[in-house]
């Protein structure tokens, strides 16, 4: 492999994504940082009021870091989806397709223009109050992510959960990120941090190897 | 200096076989042989083979059986030292049309590896080259079909490839951006660039190839020298357009004449006959002709009669 060549590759791919992701701010980031504002206002302060404190924070102090968190994963998600598949639709994936970088580059290339999106989504949730009116545009993918989130932690500790939907919790990756994260603002999580690390790692590992075998095989974009 | 890469076929393809899942044998086990520095015309009706050929040397489409060969890399076990080689300019438009036309050919610069002032120069150079350089902050949207046409070529350029595939590129582009992107083709095929084109355009193929391969069906029937089939080709009809009607069609020597309407007359030449002889003939019999023309492209008329030739051998 000419790791030169994949360097760039994947810059590209990273500059090409921050780019669409600048040029349609008001599809990419805007929305995203309304709903949060939203669920701090609805859940943290009109709701959470009535809840009270939760591991010794007050509610609206809990989810923070659960809401910055899905903000950002459902923003990286959704970015890698919808660029992809746009491009897949629209056939200029063929772009990357026939050129000499690896397919591993491109699954990074585009994994980390989503990742950059999710942080800056995720930046702006912290720093964004209620100034906006617009609701968003739902992307259908997030019909699947969106109940992850539900039993991802972000509103609740796990603790409080029945056994049953408390394993059901933990096969889903989102709530070691959340809880990570969690563990790293506020100092309490549900999920030992070296364990979330090492889950995180395994399914890391998993989704990647799916991806590769996936763009190797050219399943859905070549016949 | 001459290497022994600049030696090598540019495009070896070795019984290559093409199944898709439902069942339609694209490829039934092509042979092609195409040589460094040449311009080669791959030809065909639609449904033929073209494109599925085309789209498995650039792996965009995956084989069922065979070898392909880019230059000596095997898409098999070189695929990216291959993909390195090529340039392709699709057959269906596959921009992203949100995009600007210079972040376009940028971005794939990027994905050849190039970068920084080398980038810079090769898209500034070929949106020149292909008159596109004061569009280059527009979106491919705003573009007319034949400036689209023109970025899938800049685009495809960008990393100059050895070797440079065009699926009918000048489909729907009207006949003066033609003429300059066959120029253009020729200005880079005399650079050093192997190009082979697939066109329906039979014109384009005699004008600018080579080499012609004819594929129908999933099968090569034809695949010589563009001078050599040419040769092969043993009548022609001319159309005549006469200044005074005629009652009917005269009796030419060594030719075959029909009337087409009451002052036009087609005539078919024989390999050995000539037009002087035609005119000679025509004049004695006070026969006056005002213009004359072609009747049928000369490649075309091949084609039909080598798709003909097969059809009647399967009927037997």
């Known amino acids: ?223 | 200096m001459v290497t022994i890469r600049d030696l090598m076929k540019a495009l070896s393809i070795t019984n290559l076989t093409k199944t898709y899942s439902n069942g339609n044998q694209a490829l039934k086990g092509i042979d092609l042989s195409v040589e460094s520095g040449d311009f080669y015309a791959l030809l065909g009706p639609n449904g033929a083979g073209k494109t599925t050929a085309i789209g498995i040397v650039t792996s965009l489409v995956n084989k069922s059986g065979g070898e392909v060969e880019v230059f000596g890399h095997s898409i098999d076990s070189e695929l990216e030292a291959a993909k390195a080689c090529i340039g392709i300019v699709p057959q269906e438009v596959n921009l992203n049309l949100w995009e600007s036309v210079g972040n376009i050919v940028r971005n794939q610069a990027g994905y050849y590896g190039l970068h920084g002032k080398l980038a810079k120069q090769r898209v500034e150079k070929y949106l020149r080259a292909l008159r596109l350089w004061d569009r280059r902050d527009h979106i491919a949207r705003s573009l007319s079909g034949g400036m689209k046409r023109r970025l899938m070529i800049a685009r495809a350029l960008v990393h100059e490839p050895r070797l440079l595939i065009l699926d009918e590129p000048t489909a729907g582009v009207d006949i003066e951006i033609r003429r300059s992107m066959w120029e253009f083709l020729q200005e880079i095929n005399e650079a050093g660039t192997t190009i082979i084109l697939t066109t329906h355009y039979l014109e384009e193929a005699e004008s600018l190839c080579r080499h012609i391969a004819i594929i129908d069906e999933g099968r090569i029937i034809e695949d010589a020298r563009m001078s050599d089939v040419l040769r092969k080709l043993q009548r022609e009809v001319f159309v005549l357009s006469l200044t005074e009607e005629l009652p009917e069609a005269p009796a030419l020597d060594g030719f075959m004449a029909r009337l087409r309407g009451d002052r036009e007359l087609e005539v078919e030449k024989g390999p050995d006959c000539d037009l002087n002889d035609l005119f000679v003939q025509l004049n004695a019999r006070n026969i006056h002709v005002s213009s004359l023309r072609n009747k049928a492209n000369r490649l075309e008329e091949l084609f039909m009669r080598l798709v003909d030739s097969k059809q009647q051998e399967a009927e037997l």
């Not at chain 1, 563990?183 to 399914?203: K, Q």
């Open chain 1, 1 to 223: 492999m000419n790791i030169r060549l994949n360097v760039v590759a994947a810059k590209t791919i990273i500059r090409k994504e921050i780019v669409r992701v600048l040029r349609i701010w008001v599809q990419t980031i805007v929305p995203p940082a309304i709903t949060m504002t939203l669920y701090f206002i609805i859940f943290g302060n009109l709701i959470g009021r009535r809840i009270g404190s939760m591991d010794g924070f007050d509610y609206m102090q809990y989810i923070a870091p659960g809401l910055i968190m899905m903000s950002v994963i459902t923003n990286s998600y959704g970015n890698v989806v919808s660029s992809f598949f746009g491009a897949k639709f629209g056939r200029h994936i063929e772009e990357m397709l026939v050129a000499p970088m690896s397919y591993a580059t491109i699954i990074i290339g585009h994994v980390a223009g989503g990742v950059l999106r999710g942080l800056l989504v995720g930046l702006l949730v912290t720093i964004i109050a209620l100034f906006f009116t617009r609701l968003t545009v739902a992307h259908p993918l997030v019909v699947v992510l969106t109940p992850l989130t539900y039993l991802g932690g972000v509103f609740y500790s796990i603790s409080m959960l029945p056994e049953f939907w408390q394993n059901v919790s933990k096969a889903n990756p989102i709530l070691y990120m959340v809880n990570a994260f969690r563990y790293g603002i506020l100092g309490t999580s549900d999920i030992s941090i070296g364990h979330a690390y090492a889950i995180l790692i395994v399914f890391v590992v998993v989704l990647f190897t799916s991806c590769m075998y996936l763009m190797q095989r050219g399943i859905g974009i070549r016949e």
